[in-house]
C-alpha cells in the first residue's frame, strides 16, 4: 500500500515557477515508477511527466517538455515536479500517481495510487 500527499501548490503569475511535492508513505515507495497528471476546469484528467523507479527515465507531454521537470528521491520517499515558465493554460489540479511498472503511455486506470491533488492557478 502506498499513499501519495502532494503539496507545493499555489497562485503564481505567468512567467513564474512553482515546485510541486509528492511525498510517499509504505517501504516500496522505490519500486513504483511515478507520474504527474493534471485536470483543468472543465477538461478530462491530462498526462503530464513520468519517471522511472530509479529515476534514470523521464518522459513529458509535449505541452509541457522544455518547461517542466520530473525528478524524485527514493531516500526521501517524494518525487517532484519543478514547473517553470508557467502559463495561465497550466491552471489545474495536479495529482501525483503510482504504478507498478515505468510506462509513459499507461493509461490512467493502470497506476495503483492516486494522491488527493494540488491547486495550482497561474494568473496572466
Known amino acids: 500500500q502506498v499513499q501519495l500527499v502532494e503539496s507545493g501548490g499555489g497562485l503564481v503569475q505567468a512567467g513564474g515557477s512553482l515546485r510541486l511535492s509528492c511525498a510517499a508513505s509504505?517501504?516500496?515507495?522505490?519500486?513504483?515508477?511515478m507520474g504527474w497528471f493534471r485536470q483543468a476546469p472543465g477538461k478530462e484528467r491530462e498526462f503530464v511527466a513520468a519517471?522511472?523507479?530509479?529515476?534514470?527515465?523521464?518522459y513529458y507531454a509535449d505541452s509541457v517538455k522544455g518547461r517542466f521537470t520530473i525528478s524524485r528521491d527514493n531516500a526521501k520517499n517524494t518525487v517532484y515536479l519543478q514547473m517553470n515558465s508557467l502559463k495561465p493554460e497550466d491552471t489545474a489540479v495536479y495529482y501525483c500517481?503510482?504504478?507498478?511498472?515505468?510506462?509513459?503511455?499507461?493509461?490512467?486506470?493502470?497506476?495503483?495510487?492516486w494522491g488527493q491533488g494540488t491547486q495550482v492557478t497561474v494568473s496572466s
Open positions: 509504505g517501504r516500496t515507495f522505490s519500486s513504483y515508477a
Open positions: 519517471i522511472s523507479w530509479s529515476g534514470g527515465s523521464t
Open positions: 500517481a503510482a504504478h507498478w511498472d515505468y510506462d509513459p503511455q499507461a493509461p490512467e486506470y493502470e497506476y495503483d495510487y
